[in-house]
């Protein structure tokens, strides 16, 4: 793929196992982006990010080893995309410190994420205030023109953009050691999945259907899935149908199942159980191939610090810290 085809990027954060929301809302997204072939993809795992919620080593590893296995499974194909782990690349932190210098406190304080937790009167870390001026880097050093998020994160896409803009007012002459200034790209919203309550499936409100949950599992919760008990069809259950057959196939079987909760969730089980079971099996089948997993992101770390390295001799050539 030649140089001139734009950068995607994006980056998860390996805090917690992954459910059937990230998958339909972000992941299958991001998969069916890179497969048409028209980006050159840069996917990483926000391990640096995650250390704000992440402090236990074991856990860190384990999670990050997770989140390698789950993108090549969903079929990432590390062959045509750069898969990497953001600690293999140390421009990323030093990047961050060059950002905070011309980065202001008052500007970083109008972000989403530190008013929310300063509304709940929470503690809130260095690290987390930080957090936008991390992500900028990530961004910027690959020079990603298009930045596939949720639309929670389309703000730090906007710090991102705003702070190439300030870099390249302050130090930038000619075309060295410019940013490009990103777009975000936002998903758009398959639907907010669900959880087993009723409320948008997510880690914090222990309502998720693991991804790749065992047949048992995957029974266990969806038969706990909340139902109304007010109209013919339980809408909990057709919400997460939904995103594996279309309406026309779902109508035949929510007739004929009309009031019967329980059939129409034995049939969710089947459908649910025949979609993940190839994605599961190949997960399966990797993680017993520890080799293969670090071999993907030791090839990916090396090309993603010649890229980041490059960058880097021109931004430190455009601040005076190199000749
Ligand atoms: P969680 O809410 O479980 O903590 P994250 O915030 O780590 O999940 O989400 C990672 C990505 O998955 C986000 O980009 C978000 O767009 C997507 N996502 C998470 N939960 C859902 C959901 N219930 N429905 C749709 N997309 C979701
Ligand atoms: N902040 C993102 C999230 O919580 C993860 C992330 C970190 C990211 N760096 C990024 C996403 C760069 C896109 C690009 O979901």
């Known amino acids: 793929m030649n140089q001139g085809t734009p950068v995607l990027l994006s980056g998860i954060k390996p805090t917690g196992e992954i459910h059937i929301g990230n998958y339909f809302g972000a992941i299958k997204q991001l998969v069916d982006l890179l497969n048409t072939g028209e980006y050159r993809g840069y996917i990483f795992i926000a ?10 080593a074991a856990e860190m590893k384990r999670l990050t080893r997770e989140l390698a296995l789950t993108y090549l499974a969903c079929g990432l194909d590390p062959e045509k995309v750069v898969l990497f782990k ?3 690349v140390s421009a990323h932190t030093e990047l961050a410190w060059i950002f905070d210098t011309i980065t202001t406190m008052p500007y970083l304080m109008r972000a989403h994420a530190f008013k929310d937790a300063e509304a709940k009167n929470k503690e ?36 991102a953009r705003d702070t190439a803009e300030k870099f390249n007012r302050i130090f930038a002459k000619e075309n060295e050691g410019t940013f490009v200034l990103p777009k975000p790209h936002i998903m758009p919203d398959v639907a907010i ?5 009723g409320q948008k499936m997510s880690k914090s409100y222990g309502n998720t259907i693991p991804l790749f949950a065992s047949r048992e599992v995957l029974t266990e919760k969806v038969m706990g899935i909340v139902t109304d008990s007010g109209g013919d069809r339980p809408e909990n259950v057709y919400a997460i149908h939904r995103l594996i057959k279309s309406e026309a196939e779902l109508a035949p079987i929510y007739e004929e199942h009309k009031g019967k909760y ?7 089980i089947e459908d649910l159980d025949a979609f993940i079971a190839p ?19 030791e090839k990916g770390g090396e090309a993603a610090r010649q890229a980041a390295n490059t960058k880097m001799a021109a931004v430190r050539k455009a601040i005076g810290v190199s000749a």
């Open 262 to 268: 329980k059939a129409l969730k034995e049939a969710l």
């Open 86 to 88: 953001q600690s293999d």
């Open 193 to 197: 999945v669900p959880g087993t309550d």
């Open 47 to 56: 391990d640096y990010h995650a250390l704000n919620f992440v402090q236990d």
């Open 279 to 297: 994605m599961r099996e190949q997960y399966e089948a990797l993680s017993q191939d520890s080799a293969f997993v670090d071999a993907v992101l």
């Open 124 to 159: 809130i870390s260095v690290g987390s205030f930080n957090y936008p001026m991390l992500m900028a880097a990530d961004i910027l050093l690959y020079d990603a023109a298009v930045v596939p998020v949720g639309q929670d994160q389309k703000q730090h896409i906007e710090y």
